[in-house]
Every structure is written in C-alpha cells, then in structure tokens.
C-alpha cells in the first residue's frame, strides 16, 4: 500500500510559522520550528521553547542547549548529524509546563516533521516528549536508557538536559545513555579514561 506523501519541511515550516491552533501564538517572539539535517538518522525531541529559544527561533541554545551540545559530542554526534525539535513549537509563558490542548493542536506539526525526515532513532528528553511519542503513562525515570521499537522508529527516552541543570545526579544517567545511543548508532567511542 502506497502511504500519504511526505510533505517537504519547508512546507511544514511555512505553515508553522503562520500557526494560530493555540493561545500560545500571542506571546510568541518567534516559533521554533527546529532545526538540522533533514535527512538525519536521529530525530531529538526536546519539549517547547524556553525564554532564549523564543527570542532567536531556534532550538535548545541556552544553558540545556549548550549541555546537550556536550552529549551529542558523547554519542559522537554534532548537531548538523542530527534535527533537533520539540514537541511545542512556542513558548509556555515562564516557560511553564505543556498543556494538553496545546500539545493537542501542536503535535501535529512534529508528527508530519517525523515522517518527512524519517529518522530511525527518535530519541526523546524527558517527560513530555516521551509520553507523547511513546503514548505511554510512564515516567522517565523508569524508561530512560531503553530503546523501544515503536512502528519504523527506534524510540530512545533520555532525561531531559535541563534536569541536570537543576540535579546534578542526573549527569551521569544522561552521559551513560548518550554514549548508548553512539554505540547503537555504531559510533567511535571516545577511549575509557582511567
Ligand atoms: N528545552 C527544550 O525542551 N527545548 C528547547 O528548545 C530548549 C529548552
């Protein structure tokens, strides 16, 4: 059976751009659309604008930002390997949690991003990307680190980077799980310092 054509991410941009489906569009400065190589193996879901996000139209260039920087170098990554996208496409006002009517009338714009890229990996940071991608109730702190088939893709659950902002003793969760995700990928490993 022959599926529905991929619709060209430009196209999918252009629609975002101009997206009025929640409250969220009237605080916007700019909505993140995401942003990478389109035809990567990885897809990140991350899970909505913060305050930097918003004001520059791209994703993840604060301090979580900067430290997921560091894991994708884990996972032997850069961010031109892979794109980068959330699951709200505009900020939450002080940067409050997703609502479900916003994920509701966002999701599908992440949902036509996922099929046009068709990545094999899906890995998704924290609690809200996880649940939705892999329409489950279960936290993170039980799913992370375990690859899960899910249709075509490959899901991989990572706590979020922000956690470990906050938490120290997430770090080395999430280091351990970025360099899963580099020898799932087949990635060089850097050597084990002793
Ligand atoms: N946190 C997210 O989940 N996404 C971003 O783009 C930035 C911070």
Request: aromatic share 6%.
């Amino acid at each position: 059976m022959v599926g529905k054509p991929h619709i060209p991410l430009e196209d999918i941009r252009a629609q975002v751009a101009d997206c009025t489906r929640c409250p969220l569009h009237e605080g916007r400065t700019n909505v993140v659309f995401g942003e990478g190589n389109p035809q990567a193996r990885v897809l990140i879901v991350g899970e909505a604008p913060g305050k930097n996000e918003d004001l520059q139209g791209r994703p993840f260039v604060g301090a979580a930002g900067k430290y997921l920087d560091e894991l994708l170098a884990i996972a032997g990554l850069e961010r031109k390997d892979v794109f980068i996208a959330n699951v709200l496409k505009c900020r939450p006002p002080g940067n409050r949690d997703p609502r479900p009517e916003e994920i509701q009338a966002c999701t599908p714009f992440l949902r036509e991003q996922t099929r046009t890229i068709s990545p094999e990996y899906i890995v998704t940071l924290g609690n809200f990307s996880t649940k939705f991608i892999l329409k489950t109730d279960t936290g993170i702190t039980r799913l992370h680190g375990k690859p899960t088939k899910a249709g075509n893709f490959t899901v991989f659950p990572i706590f979020h980077p922000a956690a470990a902002l906050y938490d120290r003793s997430k770090r080395v969760a999430l280091e351990e799980d970025f360099a899963t995700l580099g020898r799932l990928l087949g990635n060089e490993q850097p050597a084990a310092v002793d």
